[in-house]
């Protein structure tokens, strides 16, 4: 018999989010300052010499800029730009982030001159042959600095933006609001070079960024890591994922997001990576679903800025779950959802020849690449890792989560065809898979459908006790609803109603209680569902197209 305990308080998906990179191991390694820059040290002679080891998250504006009304207080820094083709042992990471860390706050600054309008200080900037040098700056705008910029400015070679068009009265007293992301104002500059145009979104890692590069003179999405020690190890996990990516694909055949540099500033390091600016609402509404692009978002560049690590992204401003959205929840067609399902493959294949897990595949995580085309890009590797290199045990979003995850055995990337699957049936029906309000729940979802996990399944779980008692029966949770799901009580069929043949038995062998028997990218993508023929339809003449 089936034994029923209370119901467990559900998380709200906002609390699930903000607990996905939150570690339960106890064996985490602790994080200091010189062991994250000693290992981004690294990356580049890691990746070279030991290949075999080795897609921002990108959100939708969530929280305005809103200026502060009070002056920075804090004392310049020695910092420098790193040059992240040529990282080695011998650059100076340590002393850079180690003095950073040891800075004491400098006395308040005067108030600045009331009649100086920032536009107009701006424009006399605009006038001068761009970049100039910190010493020049210092000679002609030293009036409209802070003394901590004052002091700070001289360690940058060349000066490309100063952040005029952020009234100058409006900079903070402190750089880090109380959970250390970096506070960001319209107008004002990272690095002296980027202009910040506006905010993407925040998460647990910090936030991402519009900037534009007035050095490129393109926009850029930057990702700045909170100035905290744990979200440290995962910035160091994410640089090295991203910079294995890189040098596995340096012809740009695989259409990865690549990492072009990385900076420090203001002790925070910051990821700078390639704008994509269309949306897959502008995909859909032009029905010119053409091409099988792949599918990695790229990083362009990292950096430290204000104790923040910053994380430089291409912007790619829509998601499928965005174009689910805009559809009303209804669904894609089939041959549409099989041209995205495509390109999400090669991203695992991708991935998985590399032994990385992306640990969070989900429909806002994959974006669109070019408007009013149908190729997509892969991002958000925060909570990505190397096989070898597993470290949290709490992870994915519940609604994609891996069985194994939840019952807590350890995992691979059989995990991100899980998720695959889930996707892939969100797509075609508009609704989740397996929407639980809880872990048990989520649980309980899975064993409805599958029925119970097999025995060898079941032996490695290390949370066993948690969700069945000593006769290895669940314990039944009923949900907020007081509805208590039994397992096999419903069939993948039922489920599949609707779905041509070849579609359900590709997600039948995601859907695979044991992940060795899992179907993996590779097998996948020689699925008769993956192969067989598009619908050949005649091309119309290239018109303008007008969007709604």
Request: proline share 5%; aromatic share 10%.
């Amino acid at each position: 018999m089936f034994n029923t305990i209370n119901r467990l308080t559900p998380r709200s998906r906002v609390d699930e989010l903000k607990a996905l990179r939150t570690s339960t191991s106890s064996s985490k390694k602790k994080i200091t300052a010189s062991s994250l820059i000693s290992t981004i040290n690294n990356i580049v002679s890691n990746s070279e010499n030991n290949s075999n080891n080795n897609t921002l998250v990108i959100f939708k504006p969530s929280v305005p800029l809103v200026p502060s009304t009070t002056k920075n207080n804090y004392k310049s820094p020695r910092e420098r730009r790193i040059n992240f083709s040529n990282i080695s042992a011998s650059t100076s990471f340590n002393s850079l982030l180690n003095t950073s860390q040891k800075l004491t706050p400098r006395p308040p600054s005067k108030p600045r001159g009331e009649d100086i309008k920032p536009v107009s200080l701006h424009e006399e900037f605009e006038k001068l042959v761009i970049p100039i040098s910190s010493s020049t700056a210092l000679k002609l705008f030293k009036n409209s600095l802070t003394s901590y910029e004052q002091n700070e400015i001289l360690n940058f070679k060349d000066i490309y933006y100063m952040g005029f068009k952020c009234p100058r009265n409006e900079i903070p007293n402190s750089f880090d609001d109380e959970n250390g992301n970096y506070k960001l104002y319209k107008g004002d500059h990272i690095s002296y070079r980027y202009e910040i145009i506006q905010l993407l979104g925040k998460g647990s890692f910090g936030q991402v960024c519009k900037c534009f590069d007035h050095k490129s003179k393109a926009f850029t999405a930057i990702k700045i890591i909170k100035n905290k020690r744990r979200y440290h190890q995962q910035a160091e996990i994410e640089i090295k994922i991203l910079s294995t990516l890189n040098k596995k694909d340096r012809d740009n055949s695989n259409n990865v997001i690549h990492l072009d540099d990385y900076f420090f500033f203001r002790k925070h390091v910051c990821l700078s990576f390639e704008l994509l600016s269309s949306s897959l609402f502008d995909l859909l509404k032009s029905n010119g679903f053409k091409g099988l692009s792949s599918n990695l978002v790229h990083l362009d560049d990292y950096f430290f800025f204000r104790k923040h690590v910053c994380l430089s992204f291409e912007l790619l401003s829509s998601s499928l779950f965005d174009l689910l959205k805009s559809n009303g929840f209804k669904g894609l067609s089939s041959n549409l959802v099989r041209r995205l399902a495509i390109q999400i493959l090669i991203a695992l294949k991708f991935t998985n020849s590399l032994n990385i897990i992306h640990c969070d595949l989900k429909p806002e995580n994959i974006l669109l690449k070019q408007a009013n085309k149908s190729g997509i890009k892969v991002i958000d590797f925060g909570s990505s890792c190397f096989y070898e290199e597993r470290i949290y045990t709490y992870i994915q979003s519940r609604f994609y989560r891996a069985p194994e995850i939840i019952l807590g055995i350890p995992y691979t990337t059989a995990i991100d065809m899980w998720s695959f699957a889930c996707i892939v049936i969100e797509l075609i029906t508009g609704n989740p898979l397996f929407p639980g309000e809880s872990e048990a729940e989520q649980l309980h979802l899975i064993m409805e459908v599958l029925g119970l996990p097999p025995p060898e399944v079941l032996a490695k779980s290390t949370k066993r006790k948690v969700f069945f008692d000593s006769n290895c029966n669940p314990r039944m949770i009923p949900n907020s609803k007081g509805k208590i799901r039994y397992p096999g009580s419903k069939s993948l069929q039922s489920i599949f109603v609707g779905l041509e043949k070849p579609l359900a038995d590709l997600m039948t062998a995601c859907l695979e209680w044991n992940p060795v028997k899992r179907i993996t990218p590779d097998e996948a993508l020689e699925s008769s569902w993956i192969t067989q023929v598009f619908p050949v339809t005649p091309r119309k003449p290239k018109r303008d197209i007008k969007l709604l």
